[in-house]
């Protein structure tokens, strides 16, 4: 059981209750980066920074988005974790910013075939390294197929854009690589990821680190491409 606090509306303090419908939910459109708590606690425009507690008071997250046809609360509404949260404030505090981890590559989730009950394909595919980047520097190439990172696996590009969006730059990871019929480990000393603004002006085959289901070819998330039933309180607020 959940709890959103808001001012819905602008009506006032208001405590709604649900519960938590589904976690690490991505590719909303709302950023590169995402990593929701789902909720059906009623969320609505006046919401947005309020904080979504369990029963005993302890924060869970912040409200951030809902879907909904109407403007209101649908019961599908969306929060940020309260690790990510920590990871933001600590970086604010520290650094001034928050600084992410980046590999330097183009992702791609390998694809099962349906018709293959024992078909056992994982990780993401390397679809394109950027020359000079993190990835380029450890000997990774287009075509490998990434199955885990520091021994927890990967089974989606979004699972391997947040696992390296919260290391800090600098940091050394372990990636199991299959390349043709052979397995090796590479550790990679991660950069930095640059802002929105800076990933849009590469050229269009260097917009790394992107899950190309989810962007544009800009490797930008667009306003088009947000589903119109997806509000982002946030925005919608301001």
Known sequence: VVLAIGNPFGVGQTVTQGIISATGRTGLGINTVEDFIQTDAAIN???????????????????????????????????????????????????????RGWLGIELQSSMKDPTKLNDDTNGVEVMNVMTGGPAARAGLQKGDIITAMDNKPVNDANTLIQMVARKSPDSVVNLQVKRNNGQSNVNVTLGERQPQEALTELPQSQNFDQNSDNLNQDGQNSEQQIPPELMELFKKNR
Not at 49 to 65: E, F, P, S, W
Not at 66 to 71: A, K, V
């Open 45 to 99: 425009p006046g919401n947005s920074g309020g904080a979504l507690v369990d029963a005993y008071g302890q924060l869970v997250g912040i409200n951030t988005a809902i879907f909904s046809r109407s403007g209101g609360s649908m019961g599908i509404g969306f929060a940020i974790p309260t690790e990510i949260v920590k990871l933001v404030m600590n970086g604010i505090i520290k650094d001034g910013k928050v600084r």
